[in-house]
């Protein structure tokens, strides 16, 4: 027997599972061995975090270990992994996390391909009382004051459910338990379990399959459509288009005419499966017909009844994606101000109390889910924000040699700097003519700019106050091509505490932003990290003097990561960071830096 168990922090799951194995062993002569993954992972990073023998407490090794990066994290995590594939006896219970909410995102730490090639008979969860939980996790250090109940049960639903999901692609059984399920019914439940059949088989035409995913108010349904038509008359590339969501809604209204978009959910959450289920059966079947297709979804949905809850069935996803079998996975994303307002002026969803904070935790997920399907069937995963260009979309999809391009430059500093129009009109000049070249992408950062939505409740703040080229929309030209239009979002106070988007029905208020303030920062820094994990390449811009510990943590990321990384750095460069550019080389000039980057090109692409 070897089984998986996941829960939360503060579940105590590790008690239980001692008892456990002393009742097994006590009343049944069975031997169980545990392995405490977190301990173990402790154990391995006092290596990583004590080359010089310096006594570390346990509380600050355990606390470093959330805050390494994702790469550190993967391997210290790997290296245990292999450790306890070695010492498998014959009946295990691994205790595992499947995430974290530990800065205001998900952080992911289930490594799919270990669990892949370990073969557990069957997972289970534990669960508490997000009450109980909370006066566990208050008295560690490290979490004390860091969550609050309704993020403790959001946590503990987005294990629950990666569990679910892990479940349904791996074909084994999955329950959740109470910390207080009776020893003898749990040790039935791991030493009986029924395996799980299935005869799913991957769909191959010779044709991409590129399947996106979003949150709705990401304006993903006109920006397909939109692209399509660039890429029939600009690449001769006639693409097809699979909208899963108004699949639902079709079979929704063959039951009953009054459903739509708007009262979709308002409906049992099992009628929904079950349109979702014929939705995705009738996109297999017309997919067999097409040539280069996109399949248009939404991974995880947050609204049930009005509740702000997390409604997902993963056996539809991981069934349906098997023999969908796409060829790349992306999540599209856009400005949480921009998805409010479509929200509220399309009347999707008005009578919800759908906050800022409650649509980043949202988008989030979805990112986090979508990714963790693309980690198992091992097919490439990006996130995309709607404002890059069709031709980024193009290239990441049906191109695969193009050179990933992740563009760094000091937004704050540019900011306060005498010359900030010059040198952003300069940043977007070098990021437009890295575009032209076919060979490459790029990712730019403020493609989201978010960040600026903090402002609005600074006490230096002078209203109207406008947010630049925040809003999207595809406006159709005389050439039968649909461009970009990027409107501004003007910001007037409604009242002391209220603030009003201008020519909108959406007021916010100044408590929403406070309380989404934090989860905007710790996003953006998980967001621009994604972007760097998605490209070969670092480019910095970097025109100023002062110092930027964004860029500085951005090319240390990205050079710890396996990642080229070049500059167009005019001040004087220190030794510390020249160690960390490619061939040591930082450029004075533009003409400099792609005088380096063709040369690294040539290398790359022949």
């Not at 805050?67 to 219970?93: F, M, P, Y």
């Not at 459903?259 to 409906?267: A, D, F, K, M, P």
């Not at 005498?418 to 040198?423: D, G, H, L, Q």
Request: proline share 4%; glycine share 2%; net charge neutral.
């Amino acid at each position: 027997m070897l089984a998986i168990c996941a829960g939360i922090s503060g579940t105590n799951k590790m008690v239980k599972l001692g008892y456990l194995k002393d009742y097994a062993f006590r009343e049944h002569n069975i031997n169980i061995k545990l392995f405490d993954l977190g301990e173990m992972i402790e154990k391995e990073a006092t290596k990583l975090f004590n080359p010089s023998r310096i006594d570390m407490s346990k509380r600050r090794i355990d606390k470093k270990i959330l805050d390494l990066s994702q790469g550190t994290r993967t391997q210290l995590t790997a290296t245990v992994w292999e450790k306890i594939k070695s010492n498998i006896e014959e009946n295990n219970i691994i205790s595992i996390h499947s995430c974290f909410r530990w800065n205001h995102y998900i952080m992911p730490i289930l490594l799919v391909d270990q669990i892949k090639e370990l073969k557990p008979d069957t997972l289970f969860t534990m669960v508490r009382d997000p009450n109980d939980i909370k006066k566990v996790i208050e008295r560690d250090p490290k979490w004390k004051d860091k969550l609050s109940i309704e993020e403790i049960y959001i946590w503990q639903n987005e294990e629950i459910t990666a569990m679910n999901l892990l479940s349904s692609l791996l074909f084994i059984p999955h329950e959740i338990f109470s910390i207080e399920i009776p020893n003898e019914t749990l040790l039935n439940y791991l030493l009986t379990h029924k395996k799980i059949k299935h005869s799913f088989k991957p769909f191959e035409n010779g044709y991409k399959t590129i399947y996106i995913s979003t949150i709705p108010g990401t304006l993903s349904n006109k920006y397909i459509k939109s692209f399509c038509k660039w890429a029939k008359i600009k690449m001769s590339n006639e693409i097809d288009f699979l909208n899963l969501n108004d699949k639902i809604i079709e079979k929704a209204k063959e039951e009953n005419k009054d459903i739509n978009e708007y009262n979709l959910w308002e409906n049992n959450i099992e009628k929904i499966y079950k349109w979702r289920q014929k939705a995705f059966e009738e996109i297999l079947f017309e997919r067999r017909g097409l040539g280069d297709c996109i399949v248009l979804s939404q991974t995880v949905n947050r609204l049930d009844k009005g509740k702000f809850n997390l409604t997902f069935d993963p056996c539809l996803e991981a069934g349906s994606l098997y023999q969908l079998n796409p060829d790349v996975y992306i999540s599209l994303i856009d400005n949480v101000s921009s998805q409010k307002i479509r929200f509220i002026t399309k009347s999707l969803w008005k009578s919800e109390t759908l906050n800022l904070r409650d649509i980043l935790i949202w988008r989030d997920e979805d990112i986090f889910y979508l990714d963790l399907i693309s980690n198992y069937f091992n097919k490439p995963f990006f996130l995309l924000p709607v404002a890059e260009p069709f031709e980024t979309l193009y290239r990441i999809a049906f191109e695969n040699k193009s050179i990933k391009i992740y563009l760094s430059y000091p937004i704050t500093e540019i900011l306060g700097s005498n010359n900030a129009e010059k040198y952003f009109l300069e940043k977007s000049q070098l990021r437009d003519e890295l575009r032209k070249n076919k060979n490459y992408v790029l990712f730019d950062p403020l493609d989201i700019k978010e960040g600026i939505i903090r402002n609005i409740v600074d006490p230096k703040t002078v209203f109207p106050f406008t947010l630049e080229e925040h809003f999207l929309d595809l406006i159709p030209n005389n050439l039968g091509v649909d461009i970009f239009k990027f409107n501004p979002l003007i910001v007037i106070k409604d009242s002391e505490n209220m603030f009003k988007i201008q020519d909108t029905e959406v007021l916010i208020s100044r408590d929403e932003i406070e309380e989404a303030k934090a989860y905007i920062s710790d996003q953006i820094v998980a967001r621009d990290y994604r972007l760097i994990n998605q490209s070969d390449w670092v480019i910095v811009y970097y025109p100023v003097t002062d110092v930027s510990s964004g860029v500085l943590s951005e090319v240390i990321y990205g050079y710890c990561h396996g990642k080229d990384v070049f500059t167009w750095w005019r001040p004087r460069i220190s030794p510390f960071l020249e160690s960390y550019i490619t061939d040591k080389q930082p450029s004075k000039t533009k003409e400099n830096l792609f005088e380096i980057l063709r040369k690294y090109e040539k290398e790359i692409l022949n």
